[in-house]
């Protein structure tokens, strides 16, 4: 055992000196846009989904100095409100200009309430008025905790992760389709290949694992975005889905990691994670760049189109998936 353990902490020093070596000698991330780019998306609003941390908040930063209007969506408004500012002294600092409907080169920042776990709040949300919307990031989400439900009595895995993004994304169609050309995001997870969706139990009432829920709401994120392509077809609206990759961040807040064995995960975690902003590019790509612009139901990884298993698309369970989740949110009696 002691060998083991040795054998372990050897591996992940020499992967962290690896991983050190690769940062220090070089830039660790391939920014998408540079130089001339940087308007890109002026012009452009677009809504994130828990844009107050991890990838959401390196994902709005990214727009921003594209040019982008970003509407952060977050469930706690206070401390949104404390990261966008910290956003914008960011921008200041690296030689930006202060941002606001009138800053040129970088966008503006707006911070709006917006709880994924509520019905009703998703649907006050969108009864804001907005004039346009360019793109749609649902990034936010919850990672295996324990048991417990939305306001709306939903598994909460199921209900945020799904549920609260489907009834979101709908409500905003409108305004999408009325802005095209515009693209959703849908932020899901490689772990989609250990789910399914179970008809007979998806508020998970007569077995719940932390895990499995987990990939079964990511699975349900792909369907939703293959079936809402298919009914989005001639709209001049696409919709694609991505994994970011195994990033550091706060997701596993959930996840007990035993005091002795935190040092190492941390080491391990350093050397072989991504940071939110390497995370991020495949959302910031599929938000931005023309070269996937009208390209809709597709999966994406590391900025480039992946496949799926057969699973994921299934055009059956896409459409029965979509069917249920209309009534589990009050859009069909």
Known sequence: MAVATVAALLAALGGALWLAARRFVGPSVQRLHRGGDSGLMHGKTVLITGANSGLGRATAAELLRLGARVIMGCRDRTRAEEEAGQLRREICQAGGPELGPDSGGAGELVVKELDLASLRSVRSFCQEEEPRLDVLINNAGIFQCPYMKTEDGFEMQFGVNHLGHFLLTNLLLGLLKSSAPSRIVVVSSKLYKYGDINFEDLNSEQNYNKSFCYSRSKLANILFTRELARRLEGTNVTVN???????????????????????????????????????????????????????SGKYFGDCKEEELLPKAMDESVAGKLWDVSEVMVGILK
């Not at 807040?253 to 991020?280: C, D, Q």
């Open 241 to 295: 889905a991505l994994h970011p990759g195994v990033v550091r961040t706060n997701l596993g807040r959930h996840i007990h990691i035993p005091l002795l064995v935190k040092p190492l995960f941390n080491l391990v975690s350093w050397a072989f994670f991504k940071t939110p902003l390497e995370g991020a590019q495949t959302s910031i790509y599929l938000a931005s760049s023309p070269e996937v612009e009208g390209v």
